[in-house]
């Protein structure tokens, strides 16, 4: 680990090192689920992770990140909900169609609940 690393990152670093799918919230008090991808370099500054409903990686840089925890079960409603959010919020510029139609998933799967 970094010698000048604060317990509290050394606690993210081991949270993105084990965990598969995590919470991620960052001294702006964004927040993100996200999928680590492989395994994160402890002794680095950065990890990559893909956000939940995007298609493509992102890298963050540790000292952003305020903090994360494992994310175990979750109901599937919840996460078409988050996935679509996320989708919407993390695409670029041109969001594609597909965006939407998870969204009228997420729509449908809460009507056919409610029913």
């Excluded at 996200?34 to 994160?40: D, E, I, P, W």
């Excluded at 956000?51 to 493509?56: A, D, E, N, R």
């Amino acid at each position: 680990m970094l010698s000048n690393a604060s317990p509290r990152h050394d606690t993210i670093r081991n949270v993105i090192g084990f965990a598969r799918e995590v919470r991620i919230r960052f001294h702006d008090a964004h927040e993100i689920f996200a999928s680590v991808v492989g395994t994160a370099d402890k002794n680095g500054d950065s990890f990559v992770v893909r956000p939940w409903g995007i298609k493509s990686t992102r890298r963050f840089m540790y000292e952003d990140v305020a903090r994360a925890t494992p994310v175990r079960n979750m109901a599937w409603e919840k996460q078409q909900e988050i996935y679509a959010s996320q989708a919407i919020s993390l695409a670029p510029a041109a969001v594609p169609v597909v965006v939407a139609a998870v969204a009228a998933i997420a729509v449908v799967a809460a009507v056919v609940a409610d029913a």
